[in-house]
Every structure is written in structure tokens, then in C-alpha cells.
């Protein structure tokens, strides 16, 4: 499976679009990026998914670049509850191999 | 429809007992997953069951174990529990060849 690299912890501030950048420079043929959002004491809450290109849903978009070895999750216009840890995934977890490999994540603090 | 749920939501106990916990996954749900939460490790991936039977295996040792049911409920059992056990235990489910886990709030287990 592909290990991840995201930013620590990033900071923002409401109204403003946030963008966190994963790299996965092994990622493999079938593998999918995915992300995830995680507030305290809860469970991940998936965000979006990929192979290539951009994907758009309501709440975000992911854009991929033609090599596959980085992803960008795009919030707009983010507001205080978007304060969350941002999981990068990659892998064939759709498949029979549903090993989620979660990596250290991104803190985002959105401060007024 | 209802989501994952966990019980116990809270539990406490000493060192070299046992403990069991307890998922109900999605309605129609039938792949259940289990992950290890630490502040030092992050989100680790335990187990996953599908139809009664385990299909992959984290690096955990034997004393983390796990059984699912007929009707997909799931259990995690801990044995000779140690202070490092403590964490936030997740149970995650989703539909057959479904890429989205859905999280349920989790186990907080306090080992003392």
C-alpha cells in the first residue's frame, strides 16, 4: 500500500478556500486516493474519492494530476466547523483488500 | 437509516483483565472492520470480518481478537490488557465492493 505525505497542521481562516496537498509518489495502478475527516472523539467521516483528474461533490473537490503521484482536497469557503484532522488515503480499498492505511493527517484550524 | 454503532461507548479497566466490545454495523453491511486509535500511533487497521469469517489482519498481536455473527454484528475482544491498550477502539463497516467506510463513534478504553 502507498504511503502518504501530508502537511502536519495547517491554519485558515473562515470564508477562505483551503487546500491540503497529499504525495503518494508509490501509488499503484488500481489504487484510489480517498479522504477522510476525523473530528475528537469521533469516528472518520469520508469526504471524496478518486482516481484521476477532479471529482467534485458538495462539500469538496479532489484534484489529481496526470502522474497520480500527489492529490489536492479543495474546501470552499470553509467555516469554523471545518476545524478537523484531514486523512490522505491511497489504495485498493474497494476491492477485497479493504486495509485502510491512514496516515498522520492534516490538522486544519479554522479561526474566525 | 441507522448508523454504526458501538457499545460500550466508555469503559475502564486494570491491567491483565479482558474486555469484549461490541458493533452493529449498517443494515445490510456485511464487511465490518476494527482500528486502534493513539495519540502516538494514530489510526491503526486491526481486522476486518466478512460473512463470519476474518479477511485481513493488522500488526496487532494474538491477544486482540474479533468474531462477526450470522447477522454481521461484530465483537473485539482484548485479553491480558495492558496500559498501552489504551485508545480509542473504531468499528467501521461497508457494503460489499463499496469503497466508503462508514465510522461508528467509537470504544474510548482506559487501561489502569
Known amino acids: 500500500l502507498a504511503k502518504t505525505t501530508q502537511p502536519i497542521s495547517m491554519d485558515s481562516y473562515e470564508g477562505q478556500e483551503v487546500n491540503i496537498t497529499c504525495s503518494h509518489n508509490?501509488?499503484?495502478?488500481?489504487?484510489?486516493i480517498t479522504w477522510y475527516q476525523q473530528f475528537p472523539s469521533q469516528g472518520p467521516r469520508f469526504i471524496i474519492q478518486?482516481?484521476?483528474t477532479k471529482v467534485t461533490n458538495e462539500v469538496a473537490s479532489l484534484f489529481i494530476p496526470a502522474d497520480r503521484k500527489s492529490s489536492t482536497l479543495s474546501l470552499p469557503r470553509v467555516s469554523l466547523s471545518d476545524t478537523a484532522v484531514y486523512y490522505c488515503?491511497?489504495?485498493?480499498?474497494?476491492?477485497?483488500?479493504?486495509?485502510?492505511?491512514f496516515g498522520t493527517g492534516t490538522l486544519l484550524a479554522v479561526q474566525p | 437509516k441507522a448508523g454504526v454503532t458501538q457499545t460500550p461507548r466508555y469503559l475502564i479497566k486494570t491491567r491483565g483483565q479482558q474486555v469484549t466490545l461490541s458493533c452493529s454495523p449498517i443494515?445490510?453491511?456485511?464487511?465490518v472492520s476494527w482500528y486502534q486509535q493513539t495519540p502516538g500511533q494514530g489510526l491503526q487497521f486491526l481486522f476486518e470480518?466478512?460473512?463470519?469469517?476474518?479477511?485481513n489482519k493488522g500488526n496487532f498481536p494474538g491477544r486482540f481478537s474479533g468474531r462477526q455473527f450470522s447477522n454481521s454484528r461484530s465483537e473485539m475482544n482484548v485479553s491480558t490488557l495492558e496500559l498501552g491498550d489504551s485508545a480509542l477502539y473504531l468499528c467501521?463497516?461497508?457494503?460489499?465492493?463499496?469503497?466508503?467506510?462508514?465510522f461508528g463513534p467509537g470504544t474510548r478504553l482506559t487501561v489502569t
Open positions: 467501521a463497516s461497508r457494503v460489499e465492493g463499496g469503497y466508503e467506510q462508514y
Open positions: 508509490n501509488i499503484a495502478t488500481n489504487d484510489y
Open positions: 478518486g482516481y484521476k
Open positions: 488515503l491511497v489504495g485498493d480499498n474497494g476491492g477485497a483488500t479493504n486495509k485502510l492505511i
Open positions: 443494515s445490510g453491511h456485511r464487511s
Open positions: 470480518y466478512f460473512s463470519e469469517t476474518q479477511r
